[in-house]
């Protein structure tokens, strides 16, 4: 299934009844000439939602400060930013904007002084580096790291046992190891290993972060036919499709239905699917957790990410010094907020210090009593970094157009050189 719909599924479609919402509770009578953040953002039930407790927290100690969150489905802030900055007229641009981290890079690098640096602003050393990294140019760190897209294995811990495995044969395998579980499973209990659209180049993508490597080196230059890790990623590709342990899927519905209706055993992906697999009660006590599987390459980690997106501040924001200010004191110092939000919204945030509230070490008896979310924090401090470049949506195309090549029989040095080729072409 295509990684981008996974997260528009949330979006709304339009602004909701209160564009500026949550404005208005925020509003007060302090100070007539009180400065107005304006922030763009998307998924009223998630980031908006957070974004409205963090405004109003940061309210509550200044009061002459308001907030206008304004909601939009993810592809209009991403065409609205876009066209805005291209045109350059600022007036209208808000002072925060929520950007997607693959897309970080590109907006950095295309639009040089749009965004505000917020380096002596906010300690960047307290947030995951892998995060910061993508967000930092010339030396200069442009955004406040938000949510993660942590990777791990939910695995069904009764169907893997009825395979004749143990919760301790899941852990820190390698995706070989995997797929041979995926085998006894199928043969065991009549249940495919995980679902997947065929088309999907999520597994790849986590696969290859996994390993510290990109479509793009550390220095932005092409990097597909010597990348053992994207080999190796896609030689993986090849064996579900052979091995036919998967069950093919198409779209957010059917992939999550195949984990609610038990037709699968493991689903591997970042962590934002938890509450999509605790949404069928009726299995609780049936899932556990493992680490992300590893590839058979050097340099490869049991720890990877998929999607997240982090706080940009615009350098032509009315009200940046009290925007840069507002995310330093809640996204970068309040601890308690983030347990708020676990709690709240399943958000797991990049602060590393939030992994040591009460939040993060409570065990979750739907996952066998497990300390879920101290995992998948302690996860997020190994995923390595990567360049993701400015042309990620277009890798993700070239790697996409040889699927079907590969599932006929296409050998994969075929694959990567097309890849390389396809993707030179653009970015020349």
Do not use: C
């Amino acid at each position: 299934m295509n990684f981008a719909k996974r997260f528009t599924i949330r979006s709304t479609a339009a602004a909701m009844m209160g564009l500026a919402l949550g404005t208005t509770g925020l509003m007060t009578s302090h100070a007539a000439n009180a400065g107005e953040v304006t922030i763009w953002a998307w998924d009223p039930n998630f980031n908006i939602a957070i974004m409205q407790e963090a405004a109003k927290r940061y309210t509550a100690k200044n009061p002459g400060v308001t907030f206008k969150i304004v909601d939009m489905a993810k592809a209009d802030v991403e065409q609205k930013l876009q066209t805005t900055l291209a045109s350059g007229v600022t007036k209208n641009l808000p002072d925060i904007v929520l950007v997607e981290d693959y897309n970080a890079p590109k907006y950095l690098r295309s639009f040089p002084g749009a965004f505000e640096s917020l380096s002596g602003k906010v300690d960047h050393k307290a947030f995951a580096n892998y995060k910061v990294n993508l967000m930092t140019m010339g030396g200069k760190v442009y955004g406040l790291p938000f949510d993660t897209g942590t990777t791990g294995m939910y695995y069904r811990s009764d169907l893997i046992k009825q395979a004749g495995f143990t919760d301790k044969d899941m852990q820190n395998i390698t995706w070989d190891r995997y797929l041979e579980i995926g085998k006894q499973v199928e043969a065991k209990t009549g249940k495919k290993m995980f679902a997947m659209d065929p088309q999907d180049i999520a597994s790849i993508r986590i696969m290859m972060q996994s390993a510290g490597r990109w479509y793009f080196d550390k220095d932005g230059k092409l990097d597909i036919k010597n990348n053992p890790a994207l080999k190796a990623a896609l030689e993986t590709q090849v064996k579900f499709m052979k091995t036919g342990v998967y069950k093919p899927t198409s779209g957010w519905g059917e992939w999550v239905g195949a984990l609610n209706k038990g037709d699968v055993a493991s689903v591997i992906t970042g962590v934002w699917i938890t509450g999509s697999v605790k949404a069928e009660a009726s299995q609780s006590g049936k899932w556990a957790v493992a680490a992300t599987p590893r590839l058979n390459v050097p340099g490869s980690t049991n720890a990877s990410n998929l999607g997240g997106s982090s706080w940009y501040v615009l350098a032509a924001g009315k009200e940046k010094a009290a925007a840069a200010d507002f995310l330093n004191q809640i996204y970068a110092k309040d601890v308690d907020f983030y347990q708020t939000i676990l709690q709240s919204r399943g958000a797991v945030g990049s602060l590393l210090a939030s992994r040591n509230g009460k939040a993060y070490s409570e065990a979750d008896p739907f996952f066998g009593g497990d300390k879920v979310w101290q995992k998948y924090s302690d996860w997020m401090s190994k995923v390595p970094s990567v360049n993701y470049g400015i042309y990620t949506a277009e890798g993700d195309a070239a790697v996409a157009a040889q699927l079907p090549g590969l599932a006929q029989g296409m050998p994969v040095e075929k694959a990567l050189e097309n890849i390389h080729n396809q993707l030179a072409s653009q970015i020349k």
